[in-house]
């Protein structure tokens, strides 16, 4: 038995929304005759009448008119389905799912994803701020498709992209004596009251690493795993810290003030990416945007420091 076929379909849907035979070959660029048969094949198939003639144009009759709103069903979901794929083409649509270090996570990358939806008015983002383990963990069980964690990282068959690295800052409370300077050294934190982060980190490695080298000792009395706290600690006037520029930033205007601190520690981080399948292109625009951003900021360090 015969089946429906497309073309016919398309041919009925072109004389519904054309009224004659002439003008539906125009829209579907075929003849008239062509037109014509794919119409006759059509109604035989259904065993049905589909137009009247009336002087030079077509009517359609009930039935017709019936079988064209299941038809034009059909279309406007193929037309959505067109549109899907352009807008995939130019990277505009879908969701994005991103996990990110806190340090990340607490103002400066909302930042900057925000300017870049503005720009994808199609793309909808889902944003979780988690330590950099659990990063990990669900972009290799690929709850999102995109994470950005601190360097190492655990998982190395996970594939990532090395991101720019910043030097951290010396984090100090409002008034401090210290702050008068603009360079700070590791001999200048002598007898001070140090807030850390948590033994066994690669980052309090590095840091400690430094004050041991030229045998500085601090007062340790604090130590935390996240960067937030260790400033909310400096923000009471607590202590003082070695902290990544981006957390620094953000407690610029809540009593503490960064200073450059030499020789240069870096906070290195990764975009990191599900092993199960290719990057999405708009994933990856994030990533070369984030890239060319901390690019600028690596030029001009200032402003990320807070000199008040």
Known sequence: ?????????????????????????????????????????????????????????????????????????????????????????????????????????????????????????????????????????????????????????????????????????????????????EVLEPRDFEGETFISLSAGSSSRHLIDQTFQRDDVRRVLRVETTLSEIMCGMVSSGLGVAICDPFTAQEFATRGVVARRFVPRIDFEFAAVFPPQRSPSPVALDLVETIRQALDELDQNPSDLICTN
């Open 1 to 181: 038995m015969a089946r429906i076929n497309s073309r016919q379909v398309e041919a009925f849907r072109a004389v519904m929304l054309t009224g004659s035979v002439t003008e539906a070959a125009k829209l579907i660029s075929v003849t008239q005759p062509a037109v014509s048969r794919l119409l006759r094949d059509f109604q035989a198939l259904l065993k049905m009448e589909l137009f009247e003639r009336r002087g030079t144009g077509l009517v359609p009759t009930a039935a017709a008119t019936a079988l064209y709103t299941e038809v034009e069903r059909s279309f406007v979901g193929l037309e959505r389905i067109t549109a899907a794929a352009e807008e995939i083409r130019g990277r505009r649509t879908g969701t994005l799912r991103i996990a990110a270090l806190p340090a990340l996570s607490n103002g400066y990358l909302p930042r900057l994803a925000g300017h870049f939806l503005k720009q994808r008015p199609n793309l909808n983002l889902a944003f979780f701020g988690v330590i950099s383990p659990i990063v990990i963990d669900w972009v290799l069980n690929n709850q999102c498709d995109i994470g950005f964690a601190e360097i190492p990282i655990a998982h190395s068959g996970l594939p990532s992209q090395r991101l720019p690295p910043l030097p951290r800052v010396a984090v100090l409370p409002s008034g401090h004596p210290l702050a008068a300077k």
